[in-house]
């Protein structure tokens, strides 16, 4: 089945890196399908240098207009860009700093959990529309201690 899969995944190439893909599947003929995954990730990645994908991250931020799985997804874009594999925990501490203010209210009280756990439980918040009523108390704080 995974070699099915890791086929498929050539045909998905074209021009240049179809030839990559399949001179590496030649190379390393038992290699999985996460292997070369995450080796085409780290030859084509977009940006080249682990300093400027940390600059980045620092700097992506949850916009209003963005669901927690459209801020996560943009987030995993960036991550694997890396060459070191980042840690979970540096991983949870990027999702959690860059969330909006209430999201951030809403998952403070969570034991330290891995970054997909948080990010269903704001998912689940968000579509139950329990993150709505968290904003609008905290509009609610901010107005009256200005």
Known sequence: MEADIINLFGFTLKDNIYE?????????????FEELEQTFCKQFRTIKNDEKVYMQLQNIQQQTVKSVKVYYECLLKLIICLQVKATNVFLTIVFRANLLLYLKLAIASMKKNTLIKHKKTLVVCEESGHISLSYNVILITQRLTQ
Not at 20 to 32: A, F, I, K, M, S
């Open 20 to 32: 990559w893909g399949e001179n590496y599947v030649q190379d390393h003929p038992n290699c999985t």
